[in-house]
């Protein structure tokens, strides 16, 4: 195991019946309660949540509308409505979407300059406004990390941040709270969830991890096992339980703690691809990472047939890629470039796309023509 | 999945000459570096401590001497010079005893009370000092937990203390730092550590809970190699850190969280025959395990055979329970009374007394009588 050092400070409060304590744990006075779609009001999350505000004597202000793959517009204009309203704390109720534009507002608050500057690498963040969390949507783990990711829309940039200020004080994390998430999202969150457990296990330098390994395996087997069930039984307690609670671990640091250096190349790729035709995260993720698993077959053999092993009893390399694809197909996601449109012409320009943001990864070996290479093996 | 709360704020430093680095981590001035019997002179870890104090500007006062099984009226001594000395700090030095003795100082500092009243749960806790770790031995998971074991000589009672005010605020673990670490104290370490997995997985009153399962599974099989490995190589870089990662996550709130309510019903009477005897920890939990196993045979041999099957593809509980003591023997850790030299007529003593620290920890169906059945099966 290589050094590391794990802190993760994020109060994580799991459970039925939990969203209605989020007062209990608020300490500043002035909230901004931000949201979504509307969900939040067709299942009696938003009462829940602005009575127990009412209750604990905090003021807010809303708004909501936040979308999939959050854009930089959206938080700009946030972050003028927060300060214009002098808010002391971002209450994010929703996903992965919502979490992470209440992070960037958090730390944009502060900031005279532009926001992206800090997407960019450009300036060190150095304070940020406290954010609270219900979760709604199971999938992205930000609710319990240092991570956010937004794009710009200009740019056609899907850039993230990695800051210790920004994760979140409290997370409320009610399973109930998902019971109404459709089967689409359950899967691309599914893969999701998967994938950055896969990163990792798949590129880390250091190979001696036992500890890492068993833990990536487990969540890996508990989020397919748990999809598949909530698919029978959408309001199955346990089942959206477990998926929840591997979806949170699945990205808190845990998982990649002393496995030394290791890169999100499949996410790289597929940020370009949702930044190109604004498809779902983990529908891109599952179009890549068969791929990239084929472009690094001989390299990564072992290690694919330990895989498969431990989720498929299968130690086959090439059986286990076709069975993760099977797995894949059978929650309804594509695992072809082809299905979801994409033609082959366009891959020399998503390639270049993704080079940029390759190289702000410090992963400049996935050259245009490596991206290019890797999308045709998913045509 | 239960409701739960998880919460663990200390920070983790992990790895190969991270010892150095413990001045840059402490706030605070004023410092009473506690430490054991001192081994910490021998293998230069001292010297890297007070050099780094030294180069942050920090000012200390030492005080060794803590002894394993650590006792309150080394705790009180302690406070007195604490106070005396007006530190602002303290850091601890060492294994589990000179950090739960670290911890028990740390809150008896600002109690004018008696610091054993928090032990058997007679006033709350309202103030710590920060306690920081420097961990030399791998056993007791207390570097990130909050938890405290303090016995008290006077009334033989082996008592502990559970608040969030006492998670080490940053916690250096270098495995290099425990290459030393002799290996009856590796196996008593494993066989402790088992435990703090094991008490949970055995106990837990919620059925549906891969992941704590998995990850404790995870865990046990790393502790039994990585001890396998360390009696053959005891400066193997990996070994040591895989075994110190899995001892120190045992007991971190992590598997546990979710798993609904669950005692320590092996530690309790373990703790019994370590405060009568003086005994090793590991070596006590060794001996009462396979017994309550066998006690509790009827009820939990669907959960032994999966057990059993994750750690030795053996799913036929008795063969499980045998392969375990087999193991315990194959690391020279007893797990008979006659082993150690307790003769049968002591067993209705330690029964009482272990009832004693039942009847504290709500484990009151834990009655002299089943336990000296308990204590019966171990002879």
Known sequence: MLEFVFHNPTKIVFGKDQTQRIGEFIKEKRCLLLYGGGSIFKNQIY?????????????????????PNPVLS????????????????ILAVGGGSVIDTAKAVALGYFYEGDVWDFFIKKVEIQKALPVYVILTLAATGTEMNRYAVITNEKTKQKFNIDSELVYPVVSILDPVNTYTVPKEQVAYGCVDAMLHLLEGYFTQTYPNTPIQDGFVETLVKVLMETTQKIFESPQDYDSRANFMWATT?????????????????NHIIAHSLSAFYDLPHGETLAIVFPAWLKYKFSEKKDRISKFGEAIFKERDPEKVIEKLENFYTSIGVSVRLSQVKIPEEDIPALAENAYGFAKIRNLENYTPQVIAEILKLAK
Do not use: M
């Open 249 to 265: 671990l699945a990205l808190n640091g845990l998982t990649t703690a002393g496995i030394g250096s290791f890169g999100f190349p």
């Open 47 to 67: 009462e829940r949540v602005v009575e127990s505000l009412k209750n604990y004597g905090k003021e807010w202000i809303e708004k909501g509308g936040v979308k």
């Open 74 to 89: 959206f938080v700009y204009e946030t972050i003028d409505l927060a300060r214009k309203e002098k808010v002391e704390c």
